[in-house]
């Protein structure tokens, strides 16, 4: 075909698209009785967390703003995200896009599943994270941990001073390991290859672009429903070069995990694993291998949806708590008090344990329990995810009309206060776990403040007497009179972990959030028992010292500004020095 042609049938094709989707736009649901401001939903990515957190500030826990597709609800009440991601979450489901686009970018894995499709498959997945697998995993990311903090030493001068590392590709990495080793059991080995190797970098660099993907979605969504493949290709090609890096970078990964899957599946059945003792089975892939093998045909996944599941993995486990690691090492870089209590809590906790005698090698090996119940360390996990969810925000769309009931009272669009809000069908309602998170009312006037302390006179959980479910195991013995974080008279956001909506709840909360809070206490305790972290000072030719900034794009993503950066790349640099004896005082 002569290439004008080939171009007329590209740019057709994609004025059928632009007219099929303001098609779309025109049947969206306007006229929310809410108050609002006067800006897009765009301005939630453009303003960054002060802009999120102030908005419901301003205008409490329900909000309208100007969606691309009609009005759109920004929700951050307690009681109203409870009933969208738990009490009606039949109702309030993924959008189509979302669905689609990780489909077409993971496969068929958790995220990209609806349905009864998706409640097989955590049902299947969900046991895989137990507290007891977490215990045997333990030891494989200590492992993992260990060799993290031995190349970064590696990198550093011989005379105990400092040197500028960009910690962010090594936690990237550290967290691919511990994945590949601890869950779906292969050596990815990506600590130790090539640094500029071609899977690992393509790993780091898929959540950056699908946050670049985010406003995209739905123009994504209707290329590939209105087009075949090859147009659908030519025209994302055409008006978007990213998406030849994307898709790049998806061959990259999927031909990576159909090679593991065809060997771990080759093994189970060549060594038949189905009559081995559970205890010899070290991965959790594994564990999830054998459980399918026995299911029924009814429950049983196929080997698109097992596959789908290790790419999910791979992205959720990589992408976010190398993103939670950073931030955190990042805090504790601005805080040496903090750090430096951290590192004394951690080194009394070895010596006391008996792992560890002065004079020895520093390595964070604690048992699961000692591990997890350190408090202070603790309160800084705890403290970064609340502040920082890797996932700030999520969005769901109403399948049906119905009503959201408020805890806090807000104004519609005359002034008066309401405590219910008539949700047309199809309207958008933006979940903002960021400011749920910073919530003034539920956290403190201090909730915008980073205070890992804050953590260590609470209990951990709701008490039982709350009108939104709790979990038995997540109920302390700690008398009723004692202040819990994240609760005020008797209401709390709908969570899984600590009242706090980072993982979400319901039927869609991460079921991974175990393993990614067990990897970053040991990862923190191995670093900083070895190493001392601070901000960049070097100053370059033109005298600038670089600044890090974390920009808002779906994800957290961190740059340098400029004029010391480039303001895109993203990057973590900070001194890393061998620790010193006076790094232990507080």
Request: with cysteine; net charge neutral.
């Amino acid at each position: 075909m002569p290439l004008p042609v080939v171009q007329f049938c590209v740019i057709g094709s994609f004025f059928l698209v632009l007219y099929k989707a303001l098609i779309s736009l025109l049947r969206r649901p306007h006229g929310i009785d809410l108050d609002g401001p006067n800006g897009s939903v765009i301005k939630l990515f453009e303003g960054g967390i002060d802009y999120c957190v102030n908005l419901s500030e301003q205008y409490g826990g329900a909000v309208r703003l100007n969606g691309p597709y009609g009005d759109t609800v920004y929700v951050s009440d307690p009681r109203a995200l409870h009933h969208i991601v738990v009490k009606d979450q039949h109702i309030f489901e993924e959008l189509e896009d979302f669905i689609v686009s990780n489909k077409l970018v993971f496969g068929e894995g958790l995220i990209s599943t609806v349905g009864e499709q998706h409640r097989r498959q955590r049902k299947l997945i969900s046991p895989v994270f137990s507290t007891s697998n977490m215990r045997r995993v333990l030891s494989t990311v200590h492992h993992i941990a260990d060799r993290l903090a031995s190349t970064l030493t590696a990198k550093l001068p011989t005379d105990g001073s400092h040197s500028e590392i960009d910690v962010l590709p090594w936690f990237s990495r550290c967290a691919l390991d511990s994945i590949c080793n601890g869950v779906l059991g292969y050596s990815s080995n990506s600590l130790s290859a090539a640094e500029d190797d071609a899977y690992a970098e393509a790993v780091r660099l898929v959540g950056f672009l699908i946050g670049k993907f985010c406003l995209l979605r739905p123009l994504v969504v209707i290329v590939a429903h209105y087009c075949s493949p090859y147009w659908a290709r030519k025209v994302l090609d055409l008006f978007m070069r990213d998406i030849r890096e994307m898709r790049r970078i998806i061959e990259t990964m999927d031909c990576a995990s159909q090679k593991v899957f065809a060997e771990k599946k080759a093994t189970m059945e060549a060594d038949d694993m189905l009559c081995r003792d559970g205890d010899s089975i070290l991965s959790m892939m594994d564990i999830m291998l054998k459980a399918n093998a026995v299911s029924s045909n009814v429950t049983r996944l196929t080997d698109a949806e097992l596959l789908g599941q290790m790419n999910v993995m791979i992205f959720a486990g990589v992408d976010t708590t190398t993103s939670a690691i950073a931030r955190c090492v990042y805090l504790l870089a601005q805080n040496p008090c903090v750090q430096a209590r951290l590192r004394s809590e951690i080194s009394d906790a070895m010596k006391s344990s008996g792992y560890q005698k002065d004079g020895d090698i520093p390595s964070a090996e604690l048992p699961y329990d000692v591990l997890m119940s350190l408090p202070f360390l603790d309160g800084i996990v705890k403290e970064t995810f609340r502040l920082y969810p890797s996932l700030p925000l999520m969005v769901r769309t109403a399948t049906k009309a119905t009503t959201l009931p408020l805890h806090f009272p807000v104004r519609s669009r005359s002034g008066e206060p309401t405590s219910t809000i008539a949700i047309p069908k199809g309207t958008q309602v933006i979940i903002s776990i960021l400011a749920a998170n910073r919530h003034q009312g539920m956290w403190g006037a201090d909730a915008n403040e980073w205070r890992p302390e804050r953590w260590l006179s609470s209990p951990l959980a709701v008490p039982p007497n709350m009108d939104i479910p709790v979990r038995r195991e997540d109920v302390t013995s700690t008398p009723r009179s004692t202040p819990v974080l994240g609760v005020k008279d008797g209401v709390h956001f709908p969570s899984v972990y600590s009242n706090m909506m980072t993982f979400l709840a319901g039927g869609r909360s991460c079921i991974g959030f175990k393993f990614a809070e067990m990897q970053m206490k040991q990862v923190l305790a191995t670093l900083v028992l070895r190493l001392h972290f601070s901000l960049p000072t070097q100053r370059n030719a033109q005298g600038h010292v670089k600044e890090i900034q974390w920009k808002f794009k779906g994800f957290h993503i961190p740059v340098v500004k400029t004029p010391a950066g480039d303001d895109v790349t993203p990057q973590v640099p900070l001194n890393v020095r061998l620790v010193r004896t006076d790094d232990f005082a507080w």
